[in-house]
């Protein structure tokens, strides 16, 4: 069994990726457990002599900042606050999420300034390496404060109350804490606040959003290839002289990707009867390219935050500092989220548009893509479902970042709304795969009646896996296996592309 080691080193999508496929082990490096202990002992010694108060630490939380807390009540101070927080509601967050949110704050914690002790990260640790999912539920924080409610929830099992999920069943952590021999931990002072102040409910969705992204993204490509050869479309949209003049880095090499795909295809070199296609087809270098685009700037928030400090106060022990700021607030998170949520959208709505083309009776092909229609419906409702998730895409698109709602009595007066963000980004990125996987439904479909002409090597191969798993359609039968079993092609089609599409995140 592999392990990757949590180390003050930059946490990449390639690691995430890699340790979440392999399910790999973690550990803490020495240079990360020495941090975590020197930052400890330092908070130890500030507390012994420390008159006056610190946020968090001898204080309440929130609008109750101002009541001092006597050094005998900062470990019940600190248990009570995961306690109270944990207040969450909704559906369960999925468990590839936990175990994100998991690793996550591991790592945050891992640099030093947080002021917990070791055994409460290498706890966090053996969750993981156990597979052991706290039960975190979806909705509850503002993603201000850090995400207080689902963190509230992670946090509970440290101190052996709470439910978690292990081995496919949800149980009682006392069954866990049992089997493992392991005793609850005393959370010491600042803990309950360095565990629950962060981003990692706001930051785990992201990232696993933006791994099946970058995935999916690729997919889009090479799905609108097949389109593009089944609608007898052309190639000169794609002349890369068109996007060097325009400069987009996602417009040029999405042009550069669809000839690529498309080398040595006989059908898209024949003689054309039409002068240009529609805009679904001939734009879709400018389209994808601008969501390839957008996708990077979040990559690259997503990046940082992955690497950063979130909760507060932030302890700093080489510079004798304690200082109660704002790291946990998620507006940088928020806005890239809703922007992903837009970018993605645009890919799902480019592509129903390219499956509604396919299905006009234009061009050769059939109405709705069946030898007779009228007996046979066809692919004519696949499109009713395309066309229903992409309108329910737009609607999660509304922007959740520009919504505040002030909490805690006006000490929290501007929120970021980043984990409804962040919910709604992961809905859509899982619509845009149902939609592209009924985009190429209808692609192999039509792309059948231009035979006995090939396309390229590449998009044969490609259709030719498809074929094992859906079948040409002679007449009518239940669609909705065959989606289905397009969705699932579509996870498990090897791509040899680099997963990220910036090589330095």
């Not at 559906?91 to 070791?118: F, R, T």
């Not at 700037?297 to 979130?310: K, L, R």
């Not at 795969?433 to 059948?448: G, P, T, W």
């Amino acid at each position: 069994m592999k392990t990757h080691e949590i180390s003050p080193k930059k946490l990449t999508f390639n690691s995430i990726f890699n340790i979440l496929k392999n399910n790999y082990k973690i550990e803490l490096s020495e240079e990360s457990k020495k941090r975590i202990e020197k930052c400890r002992q330092f908070l130890d010694n500030k507390m012994k002599s420390q008159q006056e108060p610190i946020y968090g630490i001898n204080t309440g939380f929130g609008s109750l900042c101002n009541h001092t807390i006597s050094k005998e009540e900062l470990s019940t101070l600190q248990s009570n606050l995961v306690k109270s927080h944990a207040c969450g509601i909704g559906d369960e967050v999925p468990k590839e999420i936990v175990k994100l949110m998991l690793l996550l704050k591991i790592q945050s914690l891992s640099y030093g300034h947080s002021g917990v002790q070791l055994c409460t990260v290498e706890r966090l640790v053996d969750f993981f390496n156990n597979d052991i999912q706290p039960v975190v539920y979806e909705l509850g924080s503002l993603g201000a404060s850090g995400d207080l409610a689902p963190l509230a929830h992670l946090s509970l099992p440290l101190l052996g109350i709470g439910e978690v999920n292990y081995n496919n069943k949800k149980i009682k952590t006392e069954e866990v804490y049992k089997k493992f021999n392991w005793k609850p931990i005393t959370l010491q002072s600042k803990e309950g606040l360095a565990l629950l102040n962060g981003t990692q409910f706001m930051s785990a969705y992201g990232v696993f959003s933006l791994l099946k992204t970058f995935r999916l993204s690729q997919l889009a490509d090479i799905i609108s290839s097949v389109s593009l050869e089944a609608f007898d479309g052309r190639i000169e949209p794609f002349n890369d002289l068109v996007h060097q003049i325009r400069f987009h880095k996602g417009q040029i090499e999405t042009a550069k990707r669809i000839r690529m795909l498309l080398e040595g295809s006989e059908i898209i070199s024949q003689d054309k009867e039409h002068v240009q296609d529609p805009y679904s087809f001939r734009c879709i270098p400018q389209v994808h390219g601008a969501s390839k685009d957008s996708v990077n700037y979040v990559a690259y928030v997503f990046s940082c935050e992955i690497n950063a400090v979130t909760d507060n106060p932030t302890i700093f022990p080489d510079e004798d500092l304690i200082i109660s700021g704002g790291n946990f607030h998620g507006q940088p998170l928020a806005l890239a989220l809703d922007n992903l949520a837009i970018a993605v959208a645009e890919w799902g709505n480019i592509s129903e548009r390219r499956t509604y083309q396919l299905l006009s009776g234009k061009r050769n092909l059939p109405p709705f893509l069946v030898a007779k229609p009228g007996l046979n419906s066809g692919f004519m409702i696949p499109q009713y479902t395309a066309a229903s998730i992409v309108s329910q895409n737009k609607q999660l698109c509304t922007p959740s970042s520009v919504d505040s709602i002030e909490s805690s009595q006006g000490q929290e007066d501007h929120v970021s709304m980043g984990a409804n963000a962040a919910t709604k980004a992961y809905k859509v990125v899982q619509n845009l795969e149902r939609i592209l996987a009924i985009e190429l439904f209808n692609a192999a479909q039509a792309l059948e009646f231009r035979r006995p002409k090939k396309s390229s090597k590449f998009i044969e191969d490609f259709i030719k896996k498809y074929r094992k798993i859906v079948s040409f359609i002679e007449n009518d039968k239940i669609m909705h296996p065959e989606i289905l079993n397009s969705i699932e092609f579509l996870r498990n089609f090897e791509l040899n592309i680099p997963i990220a599409l910036r090589d330095d995140i």
